[in-house]
C-alpha cells in the first residue's frame, strides 16, 4: 500500500468557515456514478452542439489563484470534479468518492474512492492524487476561500489506491460541504503546469477552446468514466448588454439565456411557445457591501442610516422587477437557520436622516464603485437615489468586470460601498467573520459564534448561525438588498435545466433534448 501524509500546522486563531449541513452520519453515500445520482437529461450521446448564454466572463480559468464565481461555475463538476458534489436538493452525494464514513469523534474521514476515473492527460485517478489537491489548498491555492478548509486539515494519506482518510483538527459541520465547492477540485500531479490556461480534471467535459471576450467553448470527454453527456459540444458565449443577450436567443444563436439579465422583458418569452422560462431560487445575496475599514464606516450610526435609508421593496421592484426575495441578512431561505430579518431595520426616511444628523456625517460623499453587471448597475442607480433623499452624497462609479473591479474593490479596497452578488454558498463566516476578507468585519463575538456552529452539534449550528446573522444585522455591518432568483429562458425542447441555483457549478452534462 501507499502511504503519503501532509502534515499540517496548527489552525489559525481566525474563525472557520462554518456555514454548512451537518455531518452527523456515521455513514454516507452509496457507490451510485456521479452521473447517475445528478444526471437527468442526459440520455446517451449525442453530436449535437448546444450554446449557453451567460454574463461573467472569467477572467482566468485557474480558480486556485484568481477569484470570482464564472470560473468554478463553467469548470466544477464538467472539468474538474470532487470527491463529494451538491444535488439540486442541497445534499452532499458521491462524486469521486463512491462512499464514506465519519468517526466517532466527527474529525476523521474515510473515503472509498472509485477505480474507474482517469484525468483528461490520460493518468488515473487514485487517493495519491487526492492527497496531493488537498495538500494544494494550503500551499497553492491565494485565493481566500481556501483558507479556512485548509486550516482544518490535520492529516490527509492515501491509505490504498482507492481509499482516503483525512483527519481534522476539530470537528466540522462546514468541511464536507466546502468540498462540494472548487474548493474540492481534484488535480492531477502531473497536470497543473497551466491551470490558467489548461485544465485538467476527470470530469465529462474537456476544455477546448476560449475566444476572449466573446466565448469558450467544451467538448465532451469521450473517454469520461460516468455516464456520457448528451452534448458533444457546449459553446458559453458572454453578453455584457441584457437585450444583446436576449437577442442572441430570439434570433436562435444561442439555445439558453443562464441567468436572466432584464426581467421585465421576460413576457416576450412567456407568451412565445418557442420556449420555456424557469424561475426558482438561489443562493445569490446581492449585497451593499461597506468598506468597514473605512472611518466612515466606523460610526455605526452611519451604517444604519444606509440602511434604514433604502426601500428595499421598491428597490427590487425598480432594479428586478420585483424578482427577487427580501430577508434582512446575509442567510438566503433554503438555509436551515434562516429567518426574516427585514424587520431589523425597515425602511424609515426620517429616522436614517436624523441617525446622519446625530452622527455630523449629513452631506458625507460615499463612493459606490459597482461591477458592470446589469442587476449591479440597475441597483447603483437606485441605491444611489435613495441614499441623496436622506442625506448622503454618493458618487457612482462602474468598473468592468471581472478584472477592474476585482483589481480596484475586491482586492485593493479602494471604494466605500459595492454591490455585488455572493453566489458562493454558505460563507457568511468568509463575508462577515474574517476582517481580512474586502469587506473588512469580523467582531470577536461573531467569530466565536462561527467557531462554536461549526464545531457543535446540529442544533447547535443552527442557534448559532441565527444568532451571528442577527447581530451582523443589527450592527449593520452591510445590506443584503435581496436574494436573486434563478431566472433562465431556454428553448422549448432542452431539458436538464436545473430549476434552483445551490451550488457555485453549472452542470453542463445534465443538458440534453426532447
Known amino acids: 500500500m501507499t502511504h503519503r501524509s501532509i502534515r499540517r500546522l496548527p489552525r489559525l486563531l481566525a474563525p472557520l468557515a462554518a456555514l454548512a449541513l451537518a455531518v452527523t452520519a456515521c455513514t454516507a453515500g452509496s457507490t451510485t456514478s456521479p452521473a447517475s445520482s ?22 482566468s480559468l485557474d480558480f486556485t489563484k484568481t477569484d470570482g464565481a464564472a470560473i468554478p461555475q463553467l469548470l466544477r463538476d464538467n472539468i474538474y470534479e470532487g470527491l463529494v458534489k451538491l444535488d439540486q436538493d442541497g445534499k452532499v452525494v458521491p462524486a469521486l468518492a463512491t462512499s464514506w464514513k465519519v468517526s466517532d469523534d466527527h474529525k476523521t474521514y474515510t473515503f472509498e474512492l472509485t477505480d474507474k476515473a482517469k484525468f483528461t492527460n490520460g493518468a488515473a485517478f487514485t487517493a495519491d492524487d487526492a492527497v496531493f489537491s488537498i495538500g494544494r489548498l ?51 500531479k502531473t497536470g497543473v503546469e497551466d491551470l490558467a490556461n489548461k485544465p485538467v480534471g476527470t470530469g465529462p467535459y474537456t476544455f477546448a ?21 448528451y452534448y458533444k459540444t457546449v459553446v458559453l458565449k458572454y453578453f455584457k448588454d441584457a437585450t444583446a443577450l436576449n437577442n442572441a436567443l430570439l434570433s436562435g444563436s444561442i439555445n439558453v439565456v443562464t441567468t436572466v439579465q432584464a426581467p421585465d422583458a421576460l413576457g416576450q418569452f412567456t407568451s412565445n411557445p418557442k420556449y420555456q422560462v424557469i424561475e426558482g431560487t438561489t443562493n445569490g445575496e446581492v449585497l451593499l457591501s461597506f468598506n468597514n475599514a473605512n472611518a466612515i464606516f466606523k460610526d455605526k450610526r452611519v451604517r444604519q442610516a444606509i440602511r434604514y435609508g433604502i426601500d428595499h421593496k421598491s428597490l427590487v421592484a425598480a432594479c428586478w422587477a420585483g424578482k427577487g426575495t427580501l430577508v434582512g441578512s446575509f442567510v438566503p431561505p433554503t438555509d436551515p437557520w434562516y429567518e426574516d430579518l427585514t424587520g431589523v431595520t425597515p425602511f424609515d426616511k426620517a429616522k436614517a436622516t436624523a441617525l446622519l444628523t446625530e452622527a455630523g456625517k449629513l452631506g458625507t460623499t460615499l463612493r459606490l464603485r459597482i461591477p458592470s453587471l446589469p442587476y449591479a448597475v440597475s441597483c447603483g442607480q437606485v441605491v444611489k437615489s435613495q441614499l441623496e433623499a436622506v442625506g448622503f ?12 473591479w476585482l483589481t480596484s474593490v475586491f482586492r485593493g479596497g479602494d471604494f466605500d460601498m459595492s454591490i455585488v452578488a455572493h453566489v458562493e454558498p454558505r460563507d457568511m463566516a468568509n463575508v462577515f467573520g474574517n476582517p481580512d476578507y474586502y469587506t473588512h468585519y469580523g467582531t470577536a463575538e461573531i467569530q466565536a459564534l462561527f467557531k462554536a456552529a461549526d464545531e457543535g452539534s446540529a442544533d447547535d449550528q443552527v442557534t448559532n ?21 434563478n431566472l433562465m429562458v431556454a428553448d422549448k425542447n432542452v431539458t436538464g435545466l436545473p430549476k434552483n441555483g445551490i451550488g457555485v457549478a453549472f452542470d453542463l452534462s445534465r443538458l440534453g433534448k426532447s
Open 38 to 59: 445528478g444526471s437527468s437529461g442526459a440520455s446517451g450521446a449525442s453530436s449535437d452542439t448546444i450554446t449557453l448564454g451567460l454574463v461573467a466572463e472569467p477572467a
Open 138 to 188: 494550503k500551499t497553492d491555492w491565494t485565493t481566500s476561500i481556501a483558507k479556512a478548509p485548509a486550516a482544518l486539515v490535520a492529516d490527509v494519506k492515501a491509505v490504498s489506491p482507492t481509499q482516503l482518510q483525512v483527519t481534522l483538527t476539530a470537528p466540522s459541520n462546514d468541511w464536507l460541504y466546502k468540498m462540494t465547492t472548487h474548493v474540492g477540485a481534484m488535480f492531477s
Open 209 to 229: 477552446s476560449w475566444n476572449r471576450g466573446d466565448s469558450i467553448t467544451v467538448t465532451r470527454n469521450d473517454a469520461y468514466w460516468g455516464t456520457k453527456p
Open 393 to 404: 452624497a454618493v458618487a457612482l462609479d462602474q468598473l468592468e468586470f471581472p478584472a477592474a
Open 465 to 485: 448561525l441565527k444568532k451571528a446573522a442577527r447581530l451582523i444585522a443589527e450592527d449593520a455591518a452591510g445590506d443584503v438588498l435581496f436574494v436573486l432568483p
